[in-house]
């Protein structure tokens, strides 16, 4: 973020410098702004101070607005603002419903603004969004409020029993609910206690979020005070059976699924998934130039939901990733690059570049229609960490928790550093569940598909 003169040719050569977004303000007309996204993407926006609080409006998208439109609009908003009014006041009356808000109101208020970076006309419709958060959460909200709390979006096929959505029938107005519904919501999810648990966090979240927008949402704001936030106090559900592991006959069903994939690359990394405890869409997600050598020599850095990190890849995991090197695309010098577990179009991870660990999930289904059904496609993650406490010598939960790239203490994090070290480790406990899994098979297998060697 920085003040400099916008010209025309000063908002062509414009860049987001590496980040999610940059804002350039110019320094002749105050309040005028360009915003750059990481894609590329500009708009002009106007940022003014009203009732104490600082606030933006997006003007409009460069090229469709010119630099000297924009400057024109955000004399129109600054003389606005000098008469107390809000620019933004027609985009934020929301609700059609006599100016009432709803719960429906508050979730798209709270993704265009929280989740989303919304561009708007005049006319307070929406011309286009973009992510700004990460993509797990992005997905991880509108999953929870679309079905969890809303009831709009269709659930799951689920043997556990459903919850309802907190309000049923026609929509009401926010400030009618009361902690007892939310309570009674709640508790209606109980059979599946961490979703449960995550969509009171989302809701929280974005009530109070609520508490700070300004327009029609002060009556929020008011009620809040009068009466308290309905999704404040409310006890979690315990959560300490969420964390599954299959049993031996299980695994074989999974082995089973895999060995039969006719989708080598999809079968390599489920197999990758199932022997190094990472998660789902990490698995998917692994790439050549990640690989590390030197001290990281067998181990590969992952961006997780939870930041850049390493694990530990074992011997056998290794060996699989080396048959896939022959179908990799490769730089000039010959060196392997892109996704390791190239999708059907090639320029694309398995599963595709959205929800990354739907490409586990097809082959996830049939292992559940084969007899899995009271387990999660997450669960073989808890499995691989729980064999690490069954192979001789026993690891540390600790340990076995770094090298698979979970998270970790703010200590542990700092001393503790996943290096080839560890990589034997990461092959007692893929060795460990090899077996069952009929490792061998499928590795010979994935061979003769892919065209390796011995």
């Given at each position: 973020?920085?003040v400099?003169?916008?010209?025309?040719?000063?908002?062509?050569?414009?860049?987001?410098?590496?980040?999610?977004?940059t804002?350039?303000?110019?320094?002749?007309?105050?309040?005028?702004?360009?915003r750059?996204?990481s894609?590329?993407?500009?708009?002009f926006?106007?940022?003014y101070?009203?009732?104490?609080?600082?606030?933006?409006?997006?003007?409009?998208?460069?090229?469709?607005?010119?630099?000297?439109?924009?400057?024109?609009?955000?004399?129109?908003?600054?003389v606005?603002?000098q008469?107390?009014?809000?620019p933004?006041?027609?985009?934020?009356t929301?609700?059609?419903?006599?100016?009432?808000?709803?719960?429906?109101?508050?979730?798209?208020?709270?993704?265009?603004?929280?989740?989303?970076?919304?561009?708007?006309?005049?006319?307070?419709?929406?011309?286009?969004?973009?992510?700004?958060?990460?993509?797990n959460?992005?997905?991880?909200?509108?999953r929870?409020f679309?079905?969890?709390?809303?009831?709009?979006?269709?659930?799951e096929?689920?043997?556990?029993?459903?919850?309802?959505?907190?309000?049923?029938?026609?929509?009401?107005?926010?400030?009618?609910i009361?902690?007892?519904?939310?309570?009674?919501?709640?508790?209606?999810?109980?059979?599946?206690?961490?979703?449960?648990?995550?969509?009171?966090?989302?809701?929280?979240?974005?009530?109070?979020?609520?508490?700070?927008?300004?327009?029609?949402?002060?009556?929020?704001?008011?009620?809040?005070?009068?009466?308290?936030?309905?999704?404040?106090?409310?006890?979690?559900?315990?959560?300490?059976?969420?964390?599954?592991?299959?049993?031996?006959?299980?695994?074989g069903?999974?082995?089973?699924?895999?060995?039969?994939?006719?989708?080598?690359?999809?079968?390599?990394?489920?197999?990758v998934?199932c022997?190094?405890?990472?998660?789902?869409?990490?698995?998917?997600?692994?790439?050549?130039?990640?690989?590390?050598?030197?001290?990281?020599?067998?181990?590969?850095?992952?961006?997780?939901?939870?930041?850049?990190?390493?694990?530990?890849?074992?011997?056998?995991?290794?060996?699989?990733i080396?048959?896939?090197?022959?179908?990799?695309?490769?730089?000039?010098?010959?060196?392997?690059?892109?996704?390791i577990?190239?999708?059907?179009?090639?320029?694309?991870p398995?599963?595709?570049?959205?929800?990354?660990?739907h490409g586990?999930?097809?082959?996830?289904?049939?292992?559940?229609a084969?007899?899995?059904?009271?387990?999660r496609?997450?669960?073989?993650?808890?499995?691989?960490?729980?064999?690490?406490?069954?192979?001789?010598?026993?690891?540390?939960?600790?340990?076995?928790?770094?090298?698979s790239?979970?998270?970790?203490?703010?200590?542990?994090?700092?001393?503790?550093?996943?290096?080839?070290?560890?990589?034997?480790m990461?092959?007692r406990?893929?060795?460990?569940?090899?077996g069952?899994?009929?490792?061998d098979g499928i590795?010979e297998?994935?061979?003769?598909?892919?065209?390796?060697?011995?």
């Amino acid at each position: 973020m920085g003040v400099v003169k916008l010209t025309e040719k000063a908002v062509e050569a414009a860049n987001s410098k590496g980040r999610q977004q940059t804002f350039y303000w110019d320094s002749q007309t105050s309040g005028l702004g360009l915003r750059v996204t990481s894609t590329s993407r500009k708009a002009f926006v106007y940022r003014y101070s009203l009732d104490g609080r600082d606030r933006r409006i997006t003007l409009g998208r460069w090229p469709e607005m010119t630099l000297e439109q924009a400057i024109a609009a955000a004399g129109g908003h600054r003389v606005k603002v000098q008469r107390g009014e809000d620019p933004r006041t027609k985009k934020e009356t929301g609700s059609g419903d006599g100016g009432v808000l709803t719960l429906g109101d508050l979730w798209e208020r709270y993704r265009d603004t929280y989740l989303y970076d919304t561009d708007t006309n005049d006319r307070g419709e929406v011309v286009s969004r973009e992510a700004v958060r990460p993509e797990n959460t992005v997905l991880a909200n509108e999953r929870l409020f679309e079905r969890v709390i809303l009831g709009t979006r269709k659930a799951e096929r689920t043997t556990k029993k459903q919850g309802r959505p907190l309000l049923d029938g026609p929509p009401t107005p926010l400030t009618n609910i009361e902690w007892e519904d939310v309570r009674d919501w709640h508790r209606s999810w109980r059979a599946t206690p961490f979703l449960a648990n995550r969509a009171l966090d989302s809701l929280r979240a974005a009530m109070r979020r609520a508490e700070r927008w300004s327009g029609p949402w002060k009556s929020w704001r008011d009620h809040v005070r009068r009466n308290g936030n309905p999704s404040e106090r409310h006890d979690a559900h315990d959560e300490a059976d969420a964390g599954a592991t299959l049993t031996l006959a299980e695994l074989g069903i999974v082995g089973n699924v895999i060995l039969t994939d006719p989708m080598p690359m999809r079968a390599a990394a489920f197999l990758v998934y199932c022997l190094t405890g990472v998660r789902p869409g990490e698995a998917c997600r692994m790439r050549w130039e990640d690989l590390g050598d030197g001290e990281r020599q067998g181990c590969i850095a992952m961006d997780g939901k939870t930041g850049r990190r390493w694990a530990a890849l074992g011997d056998r995991v290794q060996r699989i990733i080396e048959l896939l090197r022959p179908h990799a695309n490769v730089t000039q010098a010959g060196d392997p690059v892109g996704w390791i577990f190239r999708g059907r179009l090639g320029d694309a991870p398995v599963g595709g570049l959205g929800k990354t660990h739907h490409g586990l999930l097809a082959p996830w289904k049939k292992a559940r229609a084969a007899g899995i059904t009271e387990k999660r496609l997450y669960d073989i993650r808890h499995t691989w960490i729980s064999a690490g406490s069954a192979v001789d010598p026993p690891i540390s939960d600790e340990v076995r928790r770094l090298i698979s790239g979970h998270r970790v203490s703010g200590t542990q994090a700092k001393y503790l550093h996943v290096n080839r070290d560890h990589v034997p480790m990461a092959s007692r406990i893929a060795e460990h569940l090899a077996g069952p899994l009929g490792a061998d098979g499928i590795e010979e297998r994935l061979r003769l598909q892919l065209g390796g060697s011995r």
